[in-house]
């Protein structure tokens, strides 16, 4: 089964409305809702009153119309009379400033009075529910990260020395990790030790490092202790927090390892034409963080959203097509953020499946359309994806890359990162992201966009994948720094450098505006190193500025595989560099023929999806089979429809047709 279905808010609406959204949401088709996320002050309205009875009835009013509930902890607003017994669980900025009560998320994630309560809450709602034929799954807290990823009080502070201590042992070693004989940054003792605040001048780079990696587990740490609580009483109940798609601030990959289910938020923008390239980007992240298993997509907006400058509605069919994007790249639920339409708040605006305009409305329509069409996509529950290609992602390097007093602030990982990727989508090759401590062997092709961060031990890894006869393809600004984001010796691509072939004799930054010619048409901007070769084959070189003739892009075989290294940032014209390495590892895309413009190719299991992203009908490459969607058969070319889709059940597999 495919769970459609949002979040719901009973709190909001009078009581005589429940029985009516009950019989909508059947109509809908719907199956799952998540209930509860911000209903604590309605949960326990005072320190020692809990007032279960409305979620009592609710839950038993979803259980008699078949409707499973991912129930949520509630945790993520806590109540007024909380933080004003408890003002110090209100959190704190770098300039000092502590936020208030009347939005969401306020909290000190370091805060024990704050833990405390939570974890009483979700205690009581585990015991009262474990047993209730509509819990399906539990929904931990909501967007972790999302307002509040650091607070700078004495409460984080003391956290942040504990958890230094347990990392380093003795002051020592946090003294030649922060290279502290810098500008007489000397510590004596760790009670020395202050979250970095604001300063007069750049802070030390490694401690701002490794307060990054303190505020992800400390939030980490508040989902795991909810999360054991739940484990106790309720073992049998799969558990999830919502991500956000591809968020800087929280390290996914250690998140996803107390996740049962991954799932994502994710408001792609109307307004931008090519915002279904960065939702392919992240779905296959989400599908990625556990291996390939499938995820939920746990809220999207039915059209507009309300948190935008301007909020452009999704005109007919988009939301359909976006929600097929989601299933096509590995998900098996397509839930939205709301089922029915706030009257208050301030997501009063944020569309819903039921919008304003109750069952007249165009929103409500498609609801009803997209849930029929869902049940008739039910055998694609359950199947994985198989990708040849992988995309190496790692937190660490992606805050250390943006740190300050850089040769260039130009380099930022999703800007680097998007132009590989948007690549391969266009020529329909689907990809997995792994970490740099992740298993390599099942690949063709690795691709390292950027690791400007990279541990020996990592770099060792992913020379052992070459040295057995994988193909890589690296990035500029990559092996700089070690796991203390101190300078390699010898200069980058520090441990890489006997696989890559090269030596970076300086970073040679592109100023704004400026332009620089690579090979016989490519141009690189932001970014160009002073490459010199140590083996590596010169694939091509600068045609202009002052590097003019030197090395751009490089190839150099390694034991059994091949390694490039691409010293710029080429933007769109890292296609025919990636083609090259394609080519060699042999990496086959998902149809015979090129993918028009717009249209997005994806193999799940046995099943293709074709998804026309463009405002025009375009003729397609496909397989013989038929259309779940639609019943009607399929041969070797498929007309899409403006914002049409197909998804085909071959006659053989597609590795056989082909």
């Not at 890359?401 to 690549?423: F, K, N, Q, V």
């Not at 994948?465 to 101190?486: A, E, I, N």
Request: proline share 7%; aromatic share 10%.
């Amino acid at each position: 089964m495919i769970q459609y279905g949002g979040d719901y808010n009973p709190e909001q609406w009078p009581e005589e409305v429940w029985a009516q959204d009950a019989r909508l949401m059947r109509e809908a088709g719907v199956t799952m809702v998540t209930v509860g996320v911000f209903s604590w002050a309605k949960l326990q309205p005072r320190p020692t009153r809990w007032d279960f009875g409305w979620l009592d009835r609710l839950m038993d009013l979803m259980a008699e119309h078949s409707i499973a509930v991912d129930l949520a902890t509630a945790t993520a607003s806590p109540p007024a009379w909380l933080v004003r017994a408890s003002p110090e669980v209100l959190p704190v900025t770098a300039d000092g400033v502590r936020l208030e009560f009347g939005s969401r998320q306020h909290y000190c994630p370091s805060s024990d009075t704050y833990q405390r309560a939570a974890a009483r809450l979700v205690r009581k709602l585990a015991a009262r529910y474990a047993n209730h034929p509509a819990l399906a799954m539990w929904h931990i807290h909501n967007e972790y990260g999302d307002h509040i990823t650091e607070c700078f009080c004495e409460a984080s502070a003391a956290h942040f020395r504990r958890w230094l201590r347990k990392r380093y042992a003795d002051i020592a070693a946090l003294n030649h990790a922060w290279g502290t004989s810098f500008w007489s940054q000397h510590y004596g003792s760790f009670h020395e030790i202050e979250p970095p605040r604001t300063a007069p001048g750049p802070v030390n780079p490694t401690q701002v490092l490794d307060w990054r990696r303190f505020c992800s587990y400390a939030l980490l740490r508040l989902h795991r202790h909810e999360r054991e609580v739940l484990r106790e009483l309720t073992p049998d109940i799969p558990a999830t927090t919502n991500f956000m798609s591809m968020m800087e601030s929280l390290d996914y990959w250690e998140w996803a390892r107390h996740e049962d289910v991954v799932s994502d938020d994710a408001y792609p923008d109307p307004a931008d034409p090519r915002a279904h390239l960065n939702a392919a980007l992240n779905y296959d992240l989400m599908r990625s963080l556990k291996g390939g298993k499938p995820w939920l997509l746990l809220e999207q907006a039915p059209s507009a959203v309300s948190w935008r400058t301007v909020n452009t509605p999704k005109p007919p069919g988009l939301q359909r097509l976006w929600s097929l994007q989601a299933l096509a790249r590995g998900a098996d639920g397509i839930m939205y953020f709301q089922w029915r339409q706030s009257r208050a708040g301030a997501e009063k605006f944020h569309s819903a499946m039921l919008p304003h305009r109750g069952t007249d409305a165009r929103g409500w329509r498609e609801t009803v359309r997209f849930g029929a069409e869902l049940g008739r996509l039910a055998e694609v529950a359950g199947t994985w994806i198989s990708a040849q290609v992988a995309l190496v992602l790692d937190w660490e390097s992606w805050w250390a890359l943006e740190g300050t007093d850089h040769p260039s602030e130009r380099m930022r990982w999703r800007e680097l990162l998007r132009p590989w990727y948007e690549a391969l989508h266009a020529r329909g090759i689907t990809v997995d992201f792994v970490p740099p401590y992740g298993d390599l062997s099942a690949y063709r092709l690795v691709l390292a966009p950027n690791l400007y961060l990279l541990r020996s031990e990592h770099a060792e890894r992913i020379a052992a994948y070459v040295r057995d006869g994988g193909r890589l393809v690296c990035g500029p600004f990559s092996g700089v720094v070690d796991g203390h984001d101190h300078l390699h010796d010898g200069g980058a691509p520090g441990p890489l450098r006997e696989v890559l072939g090269v030596v970076v004799d300086e970073f040679w930054p592109i100023p704004d505006g400026d332009r620089v010619g690579v090979g016989p048409d490519a141009e690189a901007t932001w970014w160009s190193e002073w490459l010199v070769t140590e083996g590596a084959q010169t694939l091509a070189t600068y045609t202009s500025g002052v590097l003019t003739g030197l090395p751009a892009v490089t190839r150099h075989s390694y034991g059994r595989g091949s390694a490039r290294y691409v010293g710029c940032h080429l933007g769109a014209g890292i296609g025919p560099v990636l083609d090259g390495a394609l080519t060699e590892a042999e990496v086959l895309p998902v149809l015979d023929g090129p993918v028009p413009d717009g249209v997005e190719a994806v193999r799940r299991g046995p099943y293709l999806f074709l998804l026309n992203h463009g405002d025009r009908e375009t003729d397609c490459p496909c397989v013989p089979g038929h259309d779940l969607l639609t019943g009607a058969r399929t041969g070797r070319v498929a007309r899409l429809g403006p914002r049409g889709a197909l998804v085909v059940h071959p006659l053989k597999s597609l590795r056989e047709d082909r």
